[in-house]
């Protein structure tokens, strides 16, 4: 029995979005043999080669991309035109990819609101801070912390998180406790090297409302926020990291604070998502409101 269109639409963009036909069956739920005899059903009934098939990759080919951008359209259409009637709430399988420690500190908490209000959303979130592909790792968007490269993405700027310039009592009583930009001549940094852009980050302050940036000699560098604070606790060096990432260690005085007459400049948030694909209900209304609950947590 043929497969309806739209659900075999919807199972094509799955496949390139995933560029595997395994995958694409795991996330619908379906077996492997469905998917790939749909996608044989839909290429015969088009009378064209839709993917580029191997062993380890699957690949859309031109008329592939041409008939996938299609699709996307015409199935955003129809998800527009049903929400229309009757009052509707968004619904389906709606992906997010977020920092693990801002997920936690300005999404998780409102998040049971947030399901309250459209109980017909599934949420599936992914951790990372390297900037994906969200078409091929089927994401509908990203939040991502700090100055972004250019991407063929749409950035939408949701907010600004405020650094903290920080060390522990036990690394202030080895090295001083620096109170001029000089003073740092004679201590040393715990490197974070992104995994977004692969470089290490310098400590950057602002000096007469102008960035200063300030790379230190490091004996400990690392590509996570949890490793850097904890590190910090052990007085293995100086840290900028977003305040909210600090509340507990300042509160306790695990870490005091430093330089505040020269604060670090703050950090951007953004909210990704593709540009070549129109917004979903379920995707617009996660973006508004957790540009809501963003600025609602950072303000308190």
């Given at each position: 029995m043929?497969?309806?269109?739209?659900?075999?639409?919807?199972?094509?963009?799955?496949?390139?979005?995933?560029?595997?036909?395994?995958?694409?069956?795991?996330?619908l739920?379906?077996?492997r043999?469905?998917?790939t005899?749909?996608i044989?059903?839909?290429?015969?009934?088009?009378?064209?080669?839709?993917?580029?098939?191997?062993?380890?990759?699957?690949?859309?080919?031109?008329?592939?991309?041409?008939?996938?951008?299609?699709?996307?359209?015409?199935?955003?259409?129809?998800?527009?035109?049903?929400?229309?009637?009757?009052?509707?709430?968004?619904?389906?399988?709606?992906?997010?990819?977020?920092h693990?420690?801002l997920?936690?500190?300005?999404?998780?908490?409102g998040?049971p609101?947030?399901?309250?209000?459209?109980?017909?959303?599934?949420?599936?979130?992914?951790?990372?801070?390297?900037?994906?592909?969200?078409?091929r790792?089927?994401?509908?968007c990203?939040?991502?912390?700090?100055?972004?490269?250019?991407?063929?993405?749409?950035?939408?700027?949701?907010?600004?998180?405020?650094?903290?310039?920080?060390?522990?009592?036990?690394?202030?009583?080895?090295?001083?406790?620096?109170?001029s930009?000089?003073a740092?001549?004679?201590?040393?940094?715990?490197?974070?090297?992104?995994?977004?852009?692969?470089?290490?980050?310098?400590l950057?302050?602002?000096?007469?409302?102008?960035?200063?940036?300030?790379?230190?000699?490091?004996?400990?560098?690392?590509?996570?926020g949890?490793?850097?604070?904890?590190?910090?606790r052990?007085?293995?060096?100086?840290?900028?990291?977003?305040?909210?990432h600090?509340?507990?260690?300042?509160?306790r005085?695990?870490?005091l604070?430093?330089?505040?007459q020269?604060?670090p400049?703050?950090?951007?948030?953004?909210?990704?998502?593709?540009?070549?694909r129109?917004?979903?209900?379920?995707?617009?209304?996660?973006?508004?409101?957790?540009s809501?609950?963003?600025?609602?947590?950072?303000?308190?």
């Amino acid at each position: 029995m043929a497969m309806d269109r739209i659900d075999a639409m919807r199972l094509f963009t799955r496949v390139v979005e995933q560029r595997s036909f395994t995958q694409a069956a795991q996330d619908l739920a379906l077996p492997r043999s469905t998917v790939t005899d749909a996608i044989k059903q839909l290429e015969a009934r088009l009378k064209v080669r839709l993917l580029q098939r191997t062993t380890r990759h699957v690949s859309p080919t031109l008329d592939g991309e041409a008939y996938y951008q299609r699709c996307l359209r015409i199935l955003a259409d129809i998800e527009d035109a049903e929400m229309a009637f009757a009052g509707a709430k968004p619904r389906g399988l709606l992906r997010i990819d977020v920092h693990g420690t801002l997920a936690r500190h300005f999404l998780l908490p409102g998040l049971p609101d947030f399901l309250a209000r459209y109980p017909d959303i599934e949420l599936f979130m992914s951790e990372g801070d390297r900037l994906i592909d969200p078409l091929r790792e089927g994401v509908d968007c990203v939040v991502r912390v700090g100055k972004l490269k250019d991407s063929d993405m749409v950035a939408r700027h949701i907010g600004a998180l405020s650094e903290t310039t920080c060390a522990s009592p036990d690394y202030l009583q080895r090295f001083g406790v620096p109170d001029s930009l000089e003073a740092l001549a004679n201590h040393r940094m715990i490197g974070f090297r992104s995994s977004a852009t692969g470089s290490l980050m310098p400590l950057e302050f602002l000096v007469d409302g102008k960035p200063r940036s300030i790379t230190l000699p490091t004996t400990l560098t690392v590509s996570s926020g949890d490793s850097m604070v904890a590190a910090a606790r052990l007085g293995l060096g100086i840290i900028q990291v977003p305040h909210y990432h600090l509340q507990q260690d300042l509160a306790r005085g695990s870490l005091l604070p430093l330089l505040a007459q020269y604060p670090p400049t703050p950090m951007p948030v953004s909210l990704l998502y593709p540009r070549n694909r129109q917004l979903s209900p379920r995707v617009r209304v996660f973006i508004d409101w957790f540009s809501q609950a963003f600025a609602a947590r950072n303000q308190a």
